[in-house]
């Protein structure tokens, strides 16, 4: 009895290795000849950053579903939210992983769906090999080799995936085009989030010669071009000027061009994507937040992609959904609308009745929209008036839509392309009248005018021309005030349409030197913050260039300049409308525990300040010095991204800054010491009022306070303290978020602004370099105490130097010191001063 039982223990064990043995280990990155993959099997990079196998889009590699598409990709192995960076079988799916395989077929690696049918191959020469091996490579990379060769290692792919991207470019590769035969290769969208089949977006060098990218719709139609390259960068690409991530190249040799990129820190995990949304983005992944960091996009404007919404759809920017039909039409999928899938466009809801007399009551009418960008292939029409270009398009049946204006009849025929809704002041905007079925129109006020008496009929017509008359009046109103384009989107608005947007500027918002800030509605029902500048002596023409150039600088992290007023004295500026405020609400003015910053929130709040201010000072044609960084300049929108605002005033307030600044409430407590010694002011002062608000972040209290005993605290002298001799940190953190933080994050935090508020300028970081630390691409070592701090600790005295008599103390500070600087600064940012 126990000999049996041992021998079935013996058999267990021996069928339990053999079971081991035959899963799929990760630590294999090849298929080779005899080998297969199927099912949830995959191979994984040496170093295990990159995995291929079946994946279904928004599921993991391993789940099943039987009505789920499946496909072979590769994705990040180590990204938490599965990211699939090349798809072989994109536009034919399997449906069931199980029993299909990918193996080796008569020299090509091939993919067999279910049914046994190849749906994917590697299509190279029939010329047998000995040996095939097909290697998962560690940039993501997938590469066909012939296995034979001594030196397999370094000889060249006879197939890899990089020569066959689909949506995603990735560092190492390269994306170009073949001088002789002028094919190029293409980046192309997915159509939806779930469905990675060839979408109507691509990228792709010029295929006439020049070293210029285009971005195109259903491969006919550019939107967008990078400019050809010039000086080591892309012309219509600033950004690309001082970049600090990536290291880029474009090539021309062996009658090939093409360009490529790579990482200076090869840690950073980064992906450029030709998105479903028609834009080509750059991301980074931050490990931190779990989550893809948009580092670059374009086009900026979403619905400057170009039919977006697809026929009859019309695009109308920051609204949800982006995309929705004109009156009269529907959508022809709901459930591709639902995945943001709108291509297909729409499709009208009732036939047209072509045809039929005017005199008909049921022959076709024109609903008029108003302030619409145009569609595109019109046919241009000599008439003589509205009603001739009216009649001209009602009487023929293929046309869809008309527009008359300034004495100009253009018609359309067919699908209405690249609709956009516009505002009342965008200079592009214009009339369309589209054509409907009659039944499109509300009927309830026929037939009434029968059982009205004459008496009440007069004074129904009385009101009607009274009201045609207010109309002709507001009409008239409106076009003498509408704004006039100055550059790009840049509108110089009439005062008295301010003072009606804001209703006589009743609904204040805030206020400081600059100026007070007020709430108001532009004629579309878009919400704008309007500010009274106060104290401007500017001549109009100066005042005009300067706003003009702020309003050309956009980032994601800048607050958008809408327009501007300028008449004599009154000058105002007219931003876009931040929902949640400034940051100084959210930090130090909580009453309700339910709404406290959290921690996550805070950093990426730190991050998005420090990118936007990195653009202003590095990748605008001239630097832009703030010189008043501070939490109540810091807005917040709905998804609370921080937007830096009044960048560009000290430009417009020149000399008289210095007097605005002094001012201003809360401001002293944010100036550098150079602002009080007299010196030029640089970038790094920017860099001093940057660290000062860090520490707020931190504590969740204004740097000084006055405790209950009649003594002055100081935050930054605490946390210097707290950093230099490696004490709990935590006792530094906000009371209300109750401990819950990333130490290393709140570590991170406290030694950059410690370095940001050095007495020296050339020991304070750039902007740049500070978030590349934030971004975990740099380490930032442990900071010097600052000596204004050393020699002021735990006294109030030491908030002398912030002070407008304290220039002759502060003075004395500008001694070099032998302290280290921080391993993130490499290079001295000397930016020259803008104000």
Same mark, same amino acid.
């Given at each position: 009895?126990?000999?049996?039982?041992?021998?079935?223990?013996?058999?267990?064990?021996?069928?339990?290795?053999?079971?081991?043995?035959?899963?799929?280990?990760?630590?294999?990155?090849?298929?080779?000849?005899?080998?297969?993959?199927?099912?949830?099997?995959?191979?994984?990079?040496?170093?295990?950053?990159?995995?291929?196998?079946?994946?279904?889009?928004?599921?993991?590699?391993? /789940?099943?579903?039987?009505?789920?598409?499946?496909?072979?990709?590769?994705?990040?192995?180590?990204?938490?939210?599965?990211?699939?960076?090349?798809?072989?079988?994109?536009?034919?799916?399997?449906?069931? #992983? /199980?029993?299909?395989?990918?193996?080796?077929?008569?020299?090509?690696?091939?993919?067999?769906?279910?049914?046994?049918?190849?749906?994917?191959?590697?299509?190279? /020469?029939?010329?047998?090999?000995?040996?095939?091996?097909?290697?998962?490579?560690?940039?993501?990379?997938?590469?066909?080799?012939?296995?034979?060769?001594?030196?397999?290692?370094?000889? =060249?792919?006879?197939?890899?995936? +990089?020569?066959?991207?689909?949506?995603?470019?990735?560092?190492?590769?390269?994306?170009?085009?073949?001088?002789?035969?002028?094919?190029?290769?293409?980046?192309?969208?997915?159509?939806?989030?779930?469905?990675?089949?060839?979408?109507?977006?691509?990228?792709?060098?010029?295929?006439?010669?020049?070293?210029?990218? +285009?971005?195109?719709?259903?491969?006919?139609?550019?939107?967008?071009?990078?400019? #050809?390259?010039?000086?080591?960068?892309?012309?219509?690409?600033?950004?690309?000027?001082?970049?600090?991530?990536?290291?880029?190249?474009?090539?021309?040799?062996?009658?090939?061009?093409?360009?490529?990129?790579?990482?200076?820190?090869?840690?950073?995990?980064?992906?450029?994507?030709?998105?479903?949304?028609?834009?080509?983005?750059?991301?980074?992944?931050?490990?931190?937040?779990?989550?893809?960091?948009?580092?670059?996009?374009?086009?900026?404007?979403?619905?400057?992609?170009?039919?977006?919404?697809?026929? +009859?759809?019309?695009?109308?920017?920051?609204?949800?959904? $982006?995309?929705?039909?004109?009156?009269?039409?529907? #959508?022809?999928?709901?459930?591709?609308?639902?995945?943001?899938?709108?291509?297909?466009?729409?499709?009208?809801?009732?036939?047209?009745?072509?045809?039929?007399?005017?005199?008909?009551?049921?022959?076709?009418?024109?609903?008029?929209?108003?302030?619409?960008?145009?569609?595109?292939?019109?046919?241009?029409?000599?008439?003589?008036?509205?009603?001739?270009?009216?009649?001209?398009?009602?009487?023929?049946?293929?046309?869809?839509?008309?527009? +008359?204006?300034?004495?100009?009849?253009?018609?359309?025929?067919?699908?209405?392309?690249?609709?956009?809704?516009?505002?009342?002041?965008?200079?592009?905007?214009?009339?369309?009248?589209?054509?409907?079925?009659?039944?499109?129109?509300?009927?309830?006020?026929?037939?009434?005018?029968?059982?009205?008496?004459?008496?009440?009929?007069?004074?129904?017509?009385?009101?009607?021309?009274?009201?045609?008359?207010?109309?002709?009046?507001?009409?008239?109103?409106?076009?003498?005030?509408?704004?006039?384009?100055?550059?790009?989107?840049?509108?110089?608005?009439?005062?008295?349409?301010?003072?009606?947007?804001?209703?006589?500027?009743?609904?204040?918002?805030?206020?400081?030197?600059?100026?007070?800030?007020?709430?108001?509605?532009?004629?579309?029902?878009?919400?704008?913050?309007?500010?009274?500048?106060?104290?401007?002596?500017?001549?109009?023409?100066?005042?005009?260039?300067?706003?003009?150039?702020?309003?050309?600088?956009?980032?994601?992290?800048?607050?958008?300049?809408?327009?501007?007023?300028?008449?004599?004295?009154?000058?105002?500026?007219?931003?876009?409308?931040?929902?949640?405020?400034?940051?100084?609400?959210?930090?130090?003015?909580?009453?309700?525990?339910?709404?406290?910053?959290?921690?996550?929130?805070?950093? &990426?709040?730190?991050?998005?300040?420090?990118?936007?201010?990195?653009?202003?000072?590095?990748?605008?044609?001239?630097?832009?010095?703030?010189?008043?960084?501070?939490? =109540?300049?810091?807005?917040?929108?709905? &998804?609370?991204?921080?937007?830096?605002?009044?960048?560009?005033?000290?430009?417009?307030?020149?000399?008289?800054?210095?007097?605005?600044?002094?001012?201003?409430?809360?401001?002293?407590?944010?100036?550098?010491?150079?602002? $009080?010694?007299?010196?030029?002011?640089?970038?790094?002062?920017?860099?001093?009022?940057?660290?000062?608000?860090?520490?707020?972040?931190?504590?969740?209290?204004?740097?000084?306070?006055?405790?209950?005993?009649?003594?002055?605290?100081?935050?930054?002298?605490?946390?210097?303290?707290?950093?230099?001799?490696?004490?709990?940190?935590?006792?530094?953190?906000? #009371?209300?978020?109750?401990?819950?933080?990333?130490?290393?994050?709140?570590?991170?935090?406290?030694?950059?602004?410690?370095?940001?508020?050095?007495?020296?300028?050339?020991?304070?970081?750039?902007?740049?370099? $500070?978030?590349?630390?934030?971004?975990?691409?740099?380490?930032?070592?442990?900071?010097?105490?600052?000596?204004?701090?050393?020699?002021?600790?735990?006294?109030?005295?030491?908030?002398?130097?912030?002070?407008?008599?304290?220039?002759?103390?502060?003075?004395?500070?500008?001694?070099?010191?032998?302290?280290?600087?921080?391993?993130?600064?490499?290079?001295?940012?000397?930016?020259?001063?803008?104000?």
């Amino acid at each position: 009895m126990e000999t049996r039982d041992a021998m079935w223990l013996m058999l267990y064990v021996f069928f339990l290795i053999l079971s081991l043995l035959s899963q799929p280990s990760m630590a294999v990155d090849t298929i080779f000849v005899n080998d297969s993959i199927s099912g949830d099997k995959t191979i994984v990079s040496s170093k295990e950053i990159f995995k291929l196998g079946f994946f279904t889009p928004g599921k993991s590699s391993s /789940s099943s579903s039987s009505s789920s598409k499946y496909y072979i990709g590769i994705w990040y192995n180590k990204v938490s939210d599965q990211t699939v960076v090349w798809v072989a079988n994109r536009d034919t799916p399997i449906s069931n #992983p /199980s029993t299909s395989v990918l193996k080796f077929l008569n020299g090509n690696l091939v993919l067999l769906n279910e049914s046994s049918f190849p749906v994917w191959s590697t299509n190279i /020469s029939s010329k047998p090999f000995k040996s095939l091996q097909a290697t998962i490579q560690d940039d993501g990379n997938f590469v066909l080799k012939d296995g034979s060769s001594n030196s397999s290692k370094d000889s =060249e792919p006879l197939w890899q995936s +990089f020569d066959f991207p689909t949506d995603t470019w990735l560092p190492g590769s390269k994306l170009g085009r073949n001088d002789i035969t002028k094919q190029t290769q293409h980046l192309t969208s997915w159509k939806n989030p779930e469905d990675p089949g060839s979408g109507i977006f691509s990228l792709e060098l010029d295929p006439n010669g020049t070293s210029a990218y +285009f971005i195109m719709w259903n491969r006919t139609e550019q939107y967008w071009s990078s400019g #050809p390259w010039v000086d080591n960068m892309f012309s219509l690409v600033p950004e690309m000027r001082l970049n600090y991530i990536y290291n880029f190249s474009f090539v021309t040799a062996n009658n090939e061009s093409y360009f490529t990129y790579s990482m200076y820190n090869s840690s950073v995990i980064s992906r450029f994507v030709m998105d479903v949304s028609g834009q080509a983005k750059q991301f980074t992944w931050l490990e931190s937040s779990k989550q893809w960091n948009l580092f670059w996009g374009q086009p900026r404007q979403q619905c400057e992609v170009y039919a977006l919404c697809g026929a +009859f759809g019309s695009c109308t920017e920051n609204s949800s959904p $982006i995309c929705s039909c004109v009156e009269g039409f529907e #959508p022809k999928s709901n459930l591709e609308w639902d995945l943001k899938e709108y291509s297909a466009g729409c499709r009208r809801k009732t036939k047209l009745k072509c045809g039929n007399s005017v005199s008909n009551g049921d022959a076709d009418r024109f609903l008029l929209m108003r302030y619409m960008k145009l569609p595109d292939l019109s046919e241009s029409v000599a008439v003589g008036n509205g009603g001739d270009c009216e009649s001209l398009c009602l009487e023929n049946c293929s046309c869809v839509a008309y527009s +008359f204006q300034n004495g100009q009849c253009e018609i359309w025929s067919g699908d209405l392309l690249d609709l956009r809704q516009l505002s009342q002041s965008d200079s592009g905007a214009r009339p369309l009248y589209l054509k409907l079925a009659a039944s499109e129109f509300s009927s309830r006020k026929k037939n009434t005018g029968t059982i009205i008496g004459v008496a009440v009929g007069s004074a129904v017509g009385l009101v009607i021309v009274l009201a045609v008359l207010v109309f002709l009046v507001m009409r008239r109103r409106r076009i003498v005030g509408k704004g006039k384009t100055v550059e790009g989107s840049l509108v110089a608005f009439e005062y008295r349409d301010l003072v009606n947007a804001t209703k006589n500027f009743s609904h204040k918002l805030g206020g400081g030197g600059f100026g007070s800030v007020f709430k108001g509605s532009l004629a579309d029902s878009t919400i704008v913050a309007v500010k009274k500048l106060e104290s401007v002596s500017q001549g109009e023409k100066q005042f005009r260039t300067e706003v003009s150039t702020i309003g050309t600088i956009q980032h994601v992290n800048l607050i958008r300049l809408r327009g501007f007023c300028s008449e004599g004295s009154k000058k105002l500026l007219v931003y876009d409308y931040m929902p949640n405020g400034s940051l100084d609400s959210h930090i130090f003015h909580v009453k309700n525990p339910n709404n406290v910053l959290e921690w996550k929130t805070r950093y &990426q709040i730190a991050l998005g300040t420090a990118r936007g201010l990195a653009y202003l000072h590095e990748k605008c044609r001239e630097c832009i010095v703030h010189c008043d960084i501070k939490p =109540e300049n810091i807005l917040l929108d709905a &998804q609370f991204c921080p937007k830096v605002a009044d960048f560009g005033l000290a430009k417009l307030f020149g000399r008289e800054f210095s007097r605005v600044l002094t001012t201003m409430r809360g401001t002293r407590g944010y100036l550098a010491p150079e602002w $009080i010694s007299g010196v030029a002011i640089t970038a790094k002062a920017d860099v001093f009022s940057y660290g000062m608000m860090l520490f707020e972040f931190v504590s969740g209290r204004r740097n000084s306070e006055q405790s209950e005993d009649g003594t002055i605290k100081f935050f930054p002298s605490l946390v210097a303290n707290t950093i230099t001799q490696e004490g709990d940190i935590l006792n530094l953190l906000d #009371p209300k978020l109750q401990g819950n933080v990333d130490i290393e994050e709140l570590t991170k935090v406290c030694r950059v602004a410690c370095w940001c508020i050095q007495d020296e300028e050339v020991q304070r970081p750039s902007m740049s370099n $500070i978030v590349q630390i934030l971004e975990g691409v740099l380490e930032v070592n442990k900071p010097p105490m600052p000596r204004s701090l050393l020699a002021f600790s735990d006294s109030h005295e030491h908030l002398v130097f912030f002070t407008e008599s304290s220039s002759s103390s502060s003075s004395n500070q500008n001694s070099k010191t032998n302290s280290s600087t921080p391993s993130s600064q490499t290079k001295s940012n000397t930016s020259t001063r803008s104000s």
